[in-house]
């Protein structure tokens, strides 16, 4: 499965922006999806995920600030990003978990004033 990610940008501190990934085929409920990143100079760190169930997992960092949907009609997983800091700044990657890791391309999101 393919997966297209989009929405990054630059933004101010304090600002928002909403990232989505869709998927190539269809998704269901079962299998989890969501979004890491890789901020510079650091590995790439779990953000958010719809895990089984409809269970949302946070990374401590994002809690409070981020918030993962998905919509399984649409094949699309969305996190929707407020309050944004300068820490925040990296590539953002979404990911699928079938009977294997499917990740998407990486979309930038900078956060500067």
């Known amino acids: 499965v393919q997966l297209q990610a989009s929405g990054g940008g630059l933004v101010q501190p304090g600002g928002a922006l909403n990232l989505s990934c869709t998927a190539s085929?269809?998704?269901?409920?079962?299998?989890?999806m969501g979004w890491y990143r890789q901020t510079p100079g650091n590995q790439r760190e779990f953000v958010a995920s719809?895990?089984?169930?409809?269970?949302?997992v946070y990374a401590d960092s994002v809690k409070g600030r981020f918030t993962i949907s998905r919509d399984v009609a649409k094949r699309t997983v969305y996190l929707q990003m407020d309050d944004l800091e300068p820490g925040d700044t990296g590539v953002y990657y979404c990911y699928l978990a079938t009977d294997r890791i499917s990740w998407g391309q990486g979309t930038q999101v900078t956060v500067s004033s």
């Open positions: 085929r269809s998704i269901n409920n079962i299998n989890p």
């Open positions: 719809v895990v089984l169930g409809g269970e949302l």
